[in-house]
């Protein structure tokens, strides 16, 4: 998406990724709901609302150098509080799908909620911290966190021996 400057796409799935986002939180970013800090590498991130909290804004963060540079480059594309999605929720789940079709990846079903679950997935096999992962991820239970980690790395194992 960088490469065809796609900014907007890059911008979100990034984030997304990165902070576990659900489709609906991603899509209602706007550009100041960002803040990226070169000089400690930490990009906050504002959800005026989520399901987990409809009624309150919520903030996560993530301290990356390289990272915090990319994201901050691809804000100054945008204007100070802009949508970075204006376009509608099916337009992105189509550009996905083109995404997910152009690497041929149509037989792993991904959808837009799979960047979440990819982001937490990737993140608890790296670091093995669930509590870190229940915290950016906005889960409430540990079970539903357990479930939702697991099946994505049995599926993970799954499809790298159909692959193979």
Known sequence: CLRLKWLRLTTLLLLSFVFFLRTGETLALRSGDVLCSLEDGSI???LAASK???SAQQSLAHFDHRL???IRWLLSHFGPDEALWPFSGSHFRQCFASLSNFFSLERLQLVPYSIRRG???YFYSKTDALDT???RGRWKDQSTARIYLDDARA???KDRKSVV
């Open 52 to 54: 987990t909290s409809p």
């Open 68 to 70: 915090a540079a990319l």
């Open 133 to 135: 992962v229940m915290i």
């Open 119 to 121: 982001g937490a997935t």
């Open 155 to 157: 599926t993970l194992v």
């Open 44 to 46: 906050i991130l504002r």
